[in-house]
């Protein structure tokens, strides 16, 4: 314990005196709140003053209006208290019987003028306003003559109705909200709305700044290796340098949080009117529920950062993590999101929600131990990743020039492919669908899809000699018992996936076609089968499942897993679909690799496709015994019959 | 602060046998960088590892210094088998990589300070062997100057210091001398000598034959991974009828089929 606390002791050293560090850390967390409730508001308000004394001329051409009509749009004009110059007779509207607003030449707001305003006969007659809309002066002199146009439509509106009706028809009700929440549950939920998605960013730049200086940096500056040779553990070396991140990323997040607050009690910004403090219990109940979740977000950075050959690349692998945890975050600034069990083990989702009701008072105690307990077991599954996060022969010797490990390079180049693939589906498949949905779909799975998967077959033949057959159906002939496995693992999955979709129906409608209401526009349910279900069991599994898991090698088995659920939910282009068929993507690869075949992967392709499909999603819950005792039985084939190395 | 072991099998400061390591290369495939490398430094002693680039002494050094671990064959310092007690081995080494290894936001004086808690000293004795090494390598004019602003030689007499902290019996020097000026270089070369006469082994690495011929008591020739000439300078220049050491080297290299560096 000695030596991780002087390692801390050490990496805090160096970081706190980095100026970068304690910008990140220290100073922006303080002055972020306050900048934008403050400065920003006021050198907005300062510019809208400014705009306001400028002088913005009108010309108007009223002669369509009968002479009272006109006397009383000349008079709500004058009267605006903004500087606003009414002038007449403008050539270019002299005529208003040829007069075109698309054939005027722009040049004429380069002059003295910013707006015109023209009278054309009709029943009623029409007011057409003229500007020049990416000219400042213009568009504030639309804003003048708008709002002081429609005033005076409204009264006259008004005083019509009452004159005619003696109230207006439209309006039969009038509507008075009173909300009688305290104001401290208010001002707590203003500042939960805000605090998980900023702490957020604040706690992932802090983080990853100091994640990659402590090793990225020193790997970088040659210090890494001496470091190795100390006598400590590389455990203690990995935490140590963890515990110092996770401070960093903790002292970001307190600081944030302590800007939001202190911007609070001061009632600047949004908290405007109503300035006050929340309950010390519900800030000290928020900042432990989400604790853990600084832990988590300071291992996966401890994590990937010493994965990275150099402080850019550690940049570079750190960006996708910040954007993929914004999203989970974003969902406590959505009033309509409430907090429950399911999304409540969610990481960074659940904990932002609970941080958010915490300062309203709405967290109750199940939830916040429920919270607490998934936020603390995402946080564990990190810190197990940060023990391996120093093996000195992969961070020294597989990074060093010219001794890279096979297996990296091949991995990347596998993964290059992969996006490679995902997009071009994208472009040329997305075309061609675009065309004709049937037929599009058709050549992108029959021909693009296997094109490709023969094309990284091509590559890793060059340059390993591996057979391309053994790369695109797997290096091992396919065992009955493994395909039966599969089989009986897909209805679970499609049960899971309608469920699932059920479910994110309630917070994150789908607008578009579901596969059942995609598979009534392609004809016979014989079509439907073959286009939706065996096509891309083959097409698909060939080239995911077939040669870019090939390509990736099998070395490192959850990477390959990892990289095959985010390609495969990729390649959907779906934010809706995203978790299903990362979900799919997932469980095939896996089965392609306990199976040493892609056949397998195939068949549960298949059966889960054709389950949605034929079944048109009606997998009903009385079924769900046997589909769990099939998928028991499946996992139990697979897993048992495993073909022996070499 | 350990003394070396009287066992005759043992008394060697550092000692291999057979040591190897490969890598996988993404062009090569499979790389022998070591192969089956026979090496033994004695107690007082500085041994030379001469070879081209890439001729494998980095890897062998890291071995020893338990950074890699050896894919086949053994190596013991201090009487330490290196695979199986890597940490008292690294109690009982000095390693001084080819980059200076100090951390640009620390002086001296705190960087020897963490790393002698890193090795466990107590902070009284730890304080007074800063002390010591102040004015042993003449640190005193920059001990509390950050590091990032150091000059070459001073951060290179910084470097000798954290690795000669806790006096290990043993020390490393990969290239020590890269990079370094004329006054910085002779430094170094003054230091290796008070190193010997302290009945300490030093190895270290350079592919500058003048510094080898100058400070060695014997030499290795490593090349293609393989250690096929040690001795002392004499013995090598018998066994090639060379007077200079650059001549040794050439004869040596082209013995072995290969062009030298």
Request: glycine share 12%; charged share 10%.
């Given at each position: 314990m000695n030596l991780v606390l002087a390692i801390l002791r050490g990496e805090l050293q160096r970081l706190v005196r980095d100026r970068r560090a304690f910008l990140m850390a220290v100073v922006l967390p303080v002055v972020l709140f306050p900048v934008l409730f403050v400065l920003f508001p006021s050198f907005s308000r300062m510019a809208a003053e400014s705009l306001d004394e400028e002088e913005t001329v009108l010309w108007v051409q009223l002669d369509a209006l009968s002479a009272a009509e006109s006397a009383r749009v000349r008079a709500a004009l004058a009267d605006t208290e903004s500087p606003l110059t009414v002038r007449e007779d403008h050539e270019a509207v002299r005529n208003v019987e040829t007069f075109q607003a698309s054939a005027l030449d722009p040049a004429i707001f380069e002059e003295d003028c910013d707006a015109l305003l023209v009278a054309r006969d009709g029943s009623p007659p029409v007011l057409e306003l003229v500007v020049h809309g990416s000219r400042t002066r213009s568009g504030e002199a639309r804003r003048r003559v708008t709002a002081t146009l429609e005033e005076l439509l409204a009264t006259d509106r008004e005083a019509g109705l009452l004159a005619t009706l003696g109230r207006d028809p439209a309006a039969p009700l009038e509507l008075e909200a009173v909300d009688v929440a305290p104001p401290d549950d208010s001002l707590g939920l203003s500042i939960g709305r805000m605090l998980p998605l900023l702490a957020i960013f604040l706690v992932l730049s802090a983080g990853s700044f100091a994640a990659l200086d402590t090793f990225a940096g020193e790997r970088e500056s040659g210090t890494l290796e001496t470091l190795l040779v100390q006598p400590v553990p590389s455990l203690f070396l990995a935490w140590g340098k963890f515990l110092a991140v996770a401070t960093i990323a903790g002292v970001a997040f307190l600081l944030n949080a302590l800007g939001l607050f202190a911007c609070a009690g001061f009632g600047l910004g949004e908290f405007a009117g109503q300035p006050g403090a929340v309950q010390p219990v519900r800030v000290l109940l928020a900042l432990v529920v989400y604790a853990p979740t600084v832990l988590l977000l300071a291992g996966v950075l401890t994590w990937i950062s010493a994965r990275a050959r150099s402080f850019r690349e550690g940049q570079n692998l750190l960006f996708p993590v910040m954007l993929a945890a914004i999203a989970p975050a974003s969902l406590a600034t959505q009033d309509s999101v409430e907090l429950d069990f399911l999304l409540g083990a969610i990481p960074i989702a659940g904990a932002s929600l609970a941080m958010r009701d915490a300062l309203t008072g709405a967290l109750g105690f199940g939830l916040a131990v429920w919270c607490l307990a998934w936020s603390a077991g995402w946080a564990l599954l990190a810190l197990r990743s940060v023990a391996s996060a120093l093996d000195a022969e992969r961070v020294l010797v597989a990074r060093a020039p010219g001794s890279e490990l096979a297996g990296d390079a091949r991995f990347r180049r596998a993964v290059a492919w992969g996006i490679a693939s995902v997009l071009l589906i994208y472009v040329v498949g997305g075309r061609l669908q675009s065309w004709s949905l049937s037929q599009g779909l058709a050549a992108t799975l029959w021909l693009l899809v296997p094109a490709l998967a023969f094309a990284v077959a091509f590559d890793l033949r060059r340059r390993t000699g591996a057979g391309l057959l053994p790369t695109l159906l797997g290096p091992r002939r396919p065992r009955a018992l493994h395909i039966v496995g599969a089989a009986l693992i897909a209805p679970m999955l499609a049960w899971c996936a309608i469920r699932w979709f059920t479910w994110q129906e309630t917070w994150l409608p789908a607008p578009e076609a579901g596969l059942q209401d995609l598979a009534s526009e392609f004809g016979g349910r014989g079509w439907q089968l073959v286009l939706l279900a065996v096509s891309p069991a083959i097409a698909e599994e060939l080239l995911f499942r077939g040669s870019l898991l090939r390509a990736m090698g099998t070395r490192r088995p959850r990477r390959v897993v990892l990289w095959q659920v985010l390609l495969f939910a990729a390649v959907h282009a779906s934010v809706h679909r995203f978790a299903v068929t990362g979900v799919l993507g997932g469980v095939a690869a896996a089965v392609a690799l306990v199976s040493g075949s892609t056949v397998p992967a195939m068949v549960l392709h298949l059966v889960y496709n054709g389950l949605l499909v034929g079944l048109e999603g009606d997998l009903r819950d009385s079924w769900l015994p046997a589909i769990v005792g099939a998928a028991v039985l499946g996992v139990g084939l697979l897993t048992l019959y495993r073909p022996s190395k070499g | 602060m350990t003394t070396p072991t009287t066992d005759p099998i043992e008394r060697l400061a550092i000692r291999t046998e057979a040591l190897k390591k490969s890598f996988h290369d993404p062009e090569r495939g499979v790389v022998e960088a070591v192969r089956g490398v026979e090496l033994g430094c004695r107690y007082g002693e500085i041994y030379g590892l001469l070879g081209p680039n890439g001729a494998g002494k980095t890897t062998v050094l890291r071995m020893l210094a338990t950074i890699l671990a050896p894919s086949a064959g053994r190596a013991w310092i201090d009487g330490v088998d290196v695979a199986a007690d890597p940490l008292e081995v690294r109690r009982r080494l000095g390693f001084l990589s080819a980059?200076?290894?100090?951390?640009?936001?620390?002086t001296p004086r705190e960087t020897l300070r963490y790393f002698g808690t890193l090795h466990g000293m107590a902070k009284p004795a730890l304080e007074a062997r800063i002390d010591e090494l102040i004015d042993a390598f003449d640190l005193s004019k920059f001990v509390d100057q950050r590091c990032e602003g150091l000059s070459s030689g001073q951060k290179q007499r910084a470097s000798i210091a954290r690795a000669v902290l806790h006096d290990p019996p043993v020390l490393i020097l990969d290239e020590p001398t890269t990079g370094l000026d004329i006054l910085a270089t002779s430094d170094m070369i003054e230091f290796l000598g008070s190193r010997k006469s302290e009945s300490r082994c030093v190895l270290f690495s350079t592919h500058v034959l003048s510094e080898a011929e100058r400070l060695c008591d014997r030499i290795g020739i490593l090349h293609d991974g393989r250690l096929f000439a040690s001795g002392t300078l004499a013995e090598l220049r018998a066994r090639t009828g060379k007077t200079y050491l650059d001549e040794v080297f050439q004869a040596l290299i082209a013995d072995a089929g290969a062009p030298a560096a």
């Open positions: - | 980059s200076t290894g100090l951390y640009a936001r620390l």
